[in-house]
């Protein structure tokens, strides 16, 4: 074949090919026998310092941040099962957390991690620091950051049973989330668990004063809080 | 070259002990630790780059197909060649271990050198192997830089593949861990060779020596035969 790129395979020496073949076996063989070292918990150092972060960056923090992310992640992590995670220095977690949030404040990653996996632990002194910690987050960017915030008030409310916890970050939310996007059970998150505080007139005067306000746009949802508002007045009435 | 090397020695040792003036403890881990990382970056970089260029050298002035017309087989040409590539990965390695005996025990810093030879064995056998069959010097030189990166970091990207954010992992996530443990299967070991831990704190064992051993030893044969594979097939 004149001119082709390649001549066929029968001119290989079949030395060669079996040299290929036996070495390619070879290199599965060894590398599927060396097991992967998986960090485990005990092993998560402090996270460096800002200014070293800084020079890491080259800078461009993002990319820094994200790839620091994943390997925080990694630590003690295992598919489908999160009480590892409890065996991590809480600590130094937080610092890493930190850290990865200075150098992308923007990014979502850090607090939905600490709400959601790291406040997963059954270890209430390690949930409760993971939840304050996502408190004192949420104020420098109320309102891309809620979310997290609201969840740590659901894992107060039903994970710690800890009310005041709960109406304190649902609280928050209320006064700082106020962008249009925040949705309403958000922002009336406060409502709901002081019905479940059984602080009825307080709940009663919140939903009087969204409603009076205009604050509630939607129809439905204003029917619904009519609703709400009925049903809470009715029950101050039975209990006097 | 040589001069490029002595330079790059000069230069890491110069950084090494302008860092060592500003820390406070740890001097000399600190120095050795600096001065490690430099040398290797430096060392696989020289050996690729002298690979690469000098095959592509030859390709561009007809050498190969002069050398290729005479009564020899083409597996003396490629043995030739990477006996010539090995012997500048060994020289870089045994200089390169040098300057690092000043700051730890010799016999460290021979198993640092040993390993960093093993290492440099592999960089030039695949800057050879990309030299003959991509034949131009960018397109080698990224091809080698890219495996090496890759090499280095695939049990990281393992780890992390292995381990979603969701509790329920879908398909997909099954899907892109195989991809990357096939992956892994293909590449050597690089990220447990030379280690600058092996120089500051604990030598490797005797099975990590062995498992590197073994690594280089079999990775060579492997991309060895891959390049005569394909120096047999092509059309000069």
């Not at chain 1, 001119?11 to 060669?16: C, E, L, N, R």
């Not at chain 1, 923090?61 to 992310?69: D, E, R, S, V």
């Not at chain 1, 950051?145 to 939310?173: C, E, M, N, Q, S």
Request: with cysteine; net charge neutral; charged share 15%.
């Amino acid at each position: 074949m004149a001119g082709s790129l390649e001549r066929p395979f029968h001119v290989v020496p079949k030395g060669i090919a079996i040299i290929f073949g036996l070495a390619f076996a070879v290199q599965i063989w060894v590398r599927a026998t060396n097991p992967l070292l998986v960090p485990k918990a005990v092993d998560l150092p402090a996270p460096p310092g800002s200014n070293a972060l800084a020079v890491a960056s080259f800078g461009d923090p993002i990319p820094t941040a994200k790839l620091l992310m994943l390997y925080l992640q990694a630590f003690d992590y295992q598919s489908g099962d999160r009480t590892p995670f409890q065996a991590l220095d809480y600590g130094k977690l937080q610092a890493w957390l930190t850290q990865i949030l200075r150098l992308d404040p923007n990014g979502q990653y850090p607090l939905m991690a600490a709400s959601r996996l790291y406040a997963d632990v059954p270890n209430e002194a390690k949930k409760r620091q993971m939840l304050e910690f996502v408190y004192q987050e949420f104020f420098r960017d109320p309102g891309r950051r809620w979310p997290w915030l609201a969840h740590a008030a659901a894992v107060a409310k039903h994970g710690l049973k800890d009310l005041p916890l709960a109406r304190k970050y649902a609280a928050a939310i209320q006064q700082n989330a106020t962008g249009e996007d925040v949705p309403l059970w958000a922002k009336q998150m406060e409502i709901f668990i002081l019905e479940d505080m059984n602080e009825l007139e307080t709940a009663r005067i919140m939903i009087g004063g969204y409603i009076e306000k205009g604050l509630i746009k939607s129809p439905g949802e204003l029917r619904t809080m009519e609703l709400r508002l009925k049903e809470i007045e009715s029950r101050i009435k039975k209990g006097k | 070259m040589t001069w490029v090397a002595i330079v790059a020695m000069g230069v890491a040792f110069g950084v090494a002990q302008f860092l060592s003036q500003v820390a406070m403890i740890e001097l000399a881990q600190i120095q050795t630790a600096i001065m490690a990382v430099m040398l290797r970056a430096t060392g696989v970089f020289l050996v690729s780059a002298f690979c690469i260029t000098s095959l592509a050298r030859e390709a561009n002035d007809k050498i190969v197909e002069f050398f290729l017309s005479q009564p020899a087989a083409r597996s003396q040409y490629y043995l030739g060649k990477i006996t010539g590539c090995a012997a500048v990965a060994l020289a870089l390695a045994a200089g390169f271990s040098v300057p690092l005996a000043i700051y730890s025990p010799i016999s460290q810093v021979a198993i640092w050198g040993g390993s960093l030879a093993c290492e440099l064995l592999i960089v030039a056998a695949i800057s050879v192997f990309c030299a003959i069959s991509l034949t131009h010097v960018i397109a080698a030189f990224a091809a080698t830089a890219g495996f090496y990166l890759l090499a280095r970091s695939i049990s990281a990207m393992q780890i992390i593949a292995a381990t979603p954010i969701s509790i329920e992992t879908s398909w997909t996530d099954d899907v892109f861990r195989w991809i990357v443990d096939a992956i892994a299967l293909m590449m050597p070991n690089l990220d447990r060779m030379t280690l600058t831990s092996w120089l500051t704190d604990q030598g490797p064992t005797m099975g990590e020596i062995s498992q590197w051993a073994t690594q280089t030893v079999v990775y060579l044969l492997l991309i060895g035969a891959a390049t005569m594979v394909d120096l047999y097939r092509k059309n000069f």
